[in-house]
């Protein structure tokens, strides 16, 4: 299957002053936020990118913006709605501090499967909806452009999680182990047989090995040799 690198937008308004920005309009990333974007554009411009599918929120819309402005082949960025934050509901917008203070926050922090925000979305259907997409897009990333597909998922930290714990094989109970920080880089590839996840939250590091794709096959007994030395380009 091709290559997924999961990135999440960089630091938002909301980020910066402790709000739940959810769904909500108008939230853009602030200075910090582009300067992590454009870490992440620079990173990825050593990887020749199959395509960006985005979270259609403008945090994620610039964010894809800064990475596909450093291609050496600009193109267009699509949008699924699938990829969009999880609906916080009646949550949405308030401050986290605040929100840390109410019943169903411990379930959220332990047994995220079981949470239904007041008002919105459950999460084990946002788990569920995120993953279809992204085996979707992949699917049709490696029927368009070969097994040897590297493309990018822009999305949110709840989002990605959730994709991430699906790769690895843990349960949504388990999710809240993982982080995924503004603007940081995780990969999946989807094998025949299972996922494969060989980076999750970066933030710096060469990722020029990923221009020639993962190359597919059972996993090696000791851990194999990895990629070539930063800047080969060998897989």
Not at 105 to 112: F, K, T
Not at 185 to 205: E, K, L, M, Q
Request: glycine share 12%; aromatic share 4%; hydrophobic share 45%.
């Amino acid at each position: 299957m091709a290559t997924v690198i999961l990135v999440r937008h960089g630091r938002t308004t909301a980020n910066a002053t402790g709000l739940l920005a959810g769904r909500a309009a108008g939230v853009d990333l602030d200075e910090t936020g582009r300067r992590q974007a454009v870490r992440a554009g620079e990173r990825l411009a050593a990887v020749s990118l199959a395509g960006v599918v985005s979270s259609p929120l403008e945090r994620c819309q610039q964010t894809a913006r800064y990475i596909l402005e450093r291609q050496a082949t600009p193109s267009e960025v699509a949008l699924d709605p699938d990829l969009t934050e999880c609906d916080y509901g009646q949550w949405q917008g308030r401050k986290l501090a605040d929100l840390a203070t109410e019943a169903l926050w411990p379930m959220v922090q332990s047994q995220p499967s079981a949470v239904v925000f007041p008002g919105g979305e459950a999460m084990a259907a946002m788990q569920a909806r995120a993953v279809a997409a992204i085996r979707r897009h992949d699917a049709a990333f490696e029927a368009g452009h070969g097994a040897g597909a590297v493309w990018v998922a822009v999305s949110h930290g709840d989002i990605i999680k959730s994709v991430l714990a699906d790769a690895l094989g843990m349960h949504l109970d388990l999710f809240q182990r993982l982080n995924v920080g503004p603007a940081s880089v995780s990969i999946v590839r989807y094998g025949r047989g299972r996922p494969g996840v060989f980076a999750t939250n970066t933030d710096a590091g060469d990722l020029s090995w990923l221009s020639q794709g993962i190359q597919p096959g059972d996993a090696p007994v000791g851990g194999g040799a990895g990629p070539g030395e930063p800047g080969t380009g060998s897989a």
